[in-house]
Nanobody, 128 residues
Framework: QVQLVESGGGLVQVGGSLRLSCAASGRTFRRYALGWFRQAPGKEREFVAAINWSGGNTYYADSVKGRFTISGDSAKNTVYLQMNSLKPEDTAVYYC?????????????????????WGQGTQVSVSS
């Protein structure tokens, strides 16, 4: 059973920083990707960033590129999202997600349908 546990959310002022963590357990993630999505009240869940363990590639939404950095520690099965220069529009519940087995297939990191497992989410609030 795959489990994803997020941590690191909180309240921060505009321009501040937070680091989210997602600890994954239940399988070896070398053939998978881990991603971050977010959902603000009244809006659909949207892609933020992802990392593909097998190739080490990273992907970002245009809205966070240059401000957020995704990284991973394969030994700990943990992925991080460093968020800098936070804006009020970054306020949302942030979810960690683990993809299906990507062996021999194409992968669209921005599609939530690529992800089989989701964490419970962690709230990020940015005050102006």
């Amino acid at each position: 059973q795959v489990q994803l546990v997020e941590s690191g959310g909180g309240l921060v002022q505009v321009g501040g920083s937070l680091r989210l963590s997602c600890a994954a357990s239940g399988r070896t993630f070398r053939r998978y990707a881990l991603g971050w999505f977010r959902q603000a009240p009244g809006k659909e869940r949207e892609f933020v960033a992802a990392i593909n363990w097998s190739g080490g590639n990273t992907y970002y939404a245009d809205s966070v590129k240059g401000r957020f950095t995704i990284s991973g520690d394969s030994a700990k099965n943990t992925v991080y999202l460093q968020m800098n220069s936070l804006k009020p529009e970054d306020t949302a519940v942030y979810y960690c997600a683990a993809s299906r087995d990507l062996t021999g297939t194409d992968y669209n990191p921005r599609s939530r349908y690529e992800y089989e497992y989701w964490g419970q989410g962690t709230q990020v609030s940015v005050s102006s």
